[in-house]
C-alpha cells in the first residue's frame, strides 16, 4: 500500500536503539581478529578497519560502556559474553549475504563493497530467508547450475509483477 512507503533514512531508524553500523563493523571485526587467541590488539584492529587509533579508541570505550567488551589502554580487547554472541551473529550475517551475492553471481571485485553496503539493511526475517535460501541451492545443486546457465542467456522474460 502506498501509505506504507517511508524514505529509506526513515526504515533505518532504529526504535530499540540498537547497535550502529559502525558499532556492528568493530563489533564483527573485533570478533573475527579474536576467534583464536580470545583478544585483539587496538593495532591490529585500527589496521584491519583502516581506521585511525584515537577513532579505535573512542569505539572501544563506547562498546565497553555498553557492556560488550573490555580492554586495557594501549592493550587487549576482550569481549564479553553478549559481544561474544553478537560478533558472531555480525560475522554469520556477513557470510549469508556474501554467499548469496557469490551465488547471484556478484564479482570477486565488487562483492565484499556490495557485502558491506548491503549488512546493516537487512532484518532479522530477511537473513533468516537468505540462509534458507542458500541451504536450499546447497542441497539442490542442480537449481545453481540451472540458474548459472540462465543467467548465460539473453532472452529473459519478466512479468508485470517481477
Known amino acids: 500500500m502506498v501509505s506504507d512507503f517511508k524514505t529509506f533514512n ?37 589496521e584491519a578497519l583502516n581506521v585511525q587509533p584515537p577513532s579505535v579508541t573512542k569505539m572501544v570505550q563506547k562498546l565497553h560502556d555498553l557492556g560488550l567488551l ?14 561474544k554472541k553478537i560478533g558472531e551473529a555480525l560475522l554469520k550475517r556477513h557470510n549469508l549475504i556474501e554467499a548469496l551475492l557469490k551465488i547471484l553471481g556478484v564479482s570477486k571485485t565488487t562483492i565484499l563493497a556490495e557485502t558491506e553496503k548491503v549488512e546493516h539493511t537487512l532484518g532479522d526475517e530477511t537473513i533468516k530467508c537468505i540462509e534458507e535460501f542458500i541451504d536450499f541451492i546447497r542441497h539442490n545443486p542442480d537449481v545453481a547450475i540451472r540458474y548459472d546457465a540462465h543467467k548465460g542467456s539473453e532472452d529473459v522474460n519478466f512479468t508485470e509483477n517481477t
Open 10 to 46: 526513515e526504515f533505518m531508524k532504529k526504535e530499540d536503539h540498537s547497535l550502529t553500523a559502525s558499532m556492528e563493523d568493530y563489533l564483527e571485526m573485533i570478533y573475527r581478529l579474536s576467534m583464536n587467541t580470545g583478544f585483539v590488539r587496538m593495532r591490529e584492529l585500527s
Open 70 to 83: 573490555k580492554y586495557e589502554k594501549y592493550g587487549y580487547i576482550m569481549l564479553e559474553e553478549d559481544g
